[in-house]
């Protein structure tokens, strides 16, 4: 497993954007598939986008893609989810996640989750 540490979040009108960042601990962060998932009050945990090992694959979910740009940077350990063009149903608490297979994260089956951060999207 790997611990998973958040920041970027806040307050931003719709339209605007925000990056979040996803700092991981642990030797082997490049064999992990990771993502980005969120949960608003009162509704079910969503699907948001994962990125391959490599960075050479990603997936999105229908309510985002073309709108939010996820990467990774091996180096730095470090994934990314470059949000643009916010509305406010993208308000939700958003929690990076890692797994060994994009099937894993897509589903919610993960192994290893951070603490979340609160993104809010005025009207």
């Known amino acids: 497993q790997v611990q998973l540490v958040e920041s970027g979040g806040g307050l931003v009108q719709a339209g605007g954007s925000l990056r979040l960042s996803c700092a991981a601990s642990?030797?082997?962060?490049?064999?992990?598939?990771m993502g980005w998932l969120r949960q608003a009050p009162g509704k079910e945990r969503e699907f948001v986008a994962a990125v391959s090992g490599s960075g050479g694959s990603t997936d999105y979910g229908d309510s985002v893609r073309g709108r939010f740009t996820i990467s990774r940077d091996n180096a730095k350990k470090t994934v990314y989810l470059q949000m643009n063009s916010l509305k406010p149903e993208d308000t939700a608490v958003y929690y990076c996640?890692?797994?060994?297979?994009?099937?894993?994260?897509?589903?919610?089956?993960?192994?290893?989750w951070g603490q979340g951060t609160q993104v809010t999207v005025s009207s």
């Open positions: 642990g030797r082997t962060f490049s064999n992990y598939v």
């Open positions: 996640a890692a797994d060994v297979t994009f099937r894993r994260v897509v589903d919610g089956r993960i192994s290893s």
